[in-house]
């Protein structure tokens, strides 16, 4: 046992030597010669069934339930460190997301409870190659949470997400993490999140940074919400090195600030990173870029 841990490290270290993950890249383990990894097989096709259990089953105690075997299941798969590296194809209903550096996986998924209501979970698995660790976080979401743009979030009280892209900046040589997500808030309004994954001093994960800057203004995160019944985009425009996204506005003006009735209005506003910030810039041309 202890000579085949050993091995792992070992792998770990050339893999990451020889074969650098991009973001949006999936090593394959054919390729590392390691495909017949009957545990990580295993685990997989066991969290297949419970994923699809999850989303068809119609009760809210038994939902809870196979949630807590995944979670469960998941904790085990994340004892084996290659498990950074398992593409997890089956499992199309969980989120899998590589930070650009290739420090960091965040895995996301939600579950879908009567009456438009849903509970959000995660883990995030953290490599440090210099330093020769490997650490997982579990992200327990807080139905009691009321999200908000200016609190900083434990991962054992986070407020839930599903996170679809991650984007890396420094500032004085040390990492920032950037999620984009969205949050399917209830039967009227569904929000996207933009917000910043922190290491505490103890090395514990945290949600929200004073980082976004907006009418004089610091805030944590930038959180918009919307009706259920639109799409909004939010992305990263490479071409133009931003945040981009719809402008949120009421269908009418008596429905100010009532957002069940907001939408996008065809312009765009964005964030660009300068100076340890993310700057609000208004009424950006996104078109054709």
Not at 155 to 165: I, N, R, T, V
Not at 253 to 263: A, D, M, P, V
């Amino acid at each position: 046992m202890h000579s085949e841990k050993t091995m792992k490290h070992i792998l770990l270290i050339l893999i990451f030597a020889i074969v650098p993950i991009k973001a949006q890249c999936i090593i394959r383990y054919d390729s590392l010669t390691v495909a017949s990894d009957s545990f990580l097989i295993m685990y997989e096709d066991t969290l297949s069934v419970l994923m699809e259990q999850l989303h068809d089953s119609k009760n809210t105690s038994e939902k809870n339930q196979i949630n807590h075997l995944i979670t469960q299941h998941l904790k085990q798969v994340f004892t084996d460190t290659l498990s950074f590296f398992y593409p997890f194809e089956r499992l199309a209903k969980l989120g899998k997301i590589y930070s650009p550096d290739s420090m960091l996986r965040i895995y996301t998924w939600n579950i879908a409870y009567a009456r438009g209501t849903y509970g959000y979970a995660g883990a995030i698995q953290q490599l440090d190659i210099a330093g020769g660790s490997y650490a997982v976080f579990m992200l327990t979401h807080n139905h009691e949470i009321i999200l908000n743009s200016d609190t900083i979030y434990p991962s054992e009280q986070w407020y839930g997400a599903l996170y679809y892209d991650i984007l890396l900046t420094k500032c004085a040589e040390k990492k920032l993490y950037t999620l984009l997500g969205v949050n399917f808030n209830n039967l009227f309004t569904s929000r996207k999140i933009i917000d910043v994954l922190d290491f505490s001093s103890s090395g514990q994960p945290v949600f929200g940074k004073p980082i976004f800057f907006s009418k004089g203004q610091l805030t944590q995160r930038i959180i918009f919400e919307y009706s259920a019944r639109v799409t909004m985009s939010l992305k990263y425009n490479q071409k133009m090195n931003m945040i981009v996204f719809d402008h949120l506005s009421p269908s009418q003006s008596k429905y100010t600030g009532k957002y069940e009735f907001y939408g996008p209005d065809f312009s765009y506003d964005g964030y660009r990173y300068a100076n340890c910030r993310w700057i609000f810039e208004e009424d950006i041309d996104a078109r054709n870029r």
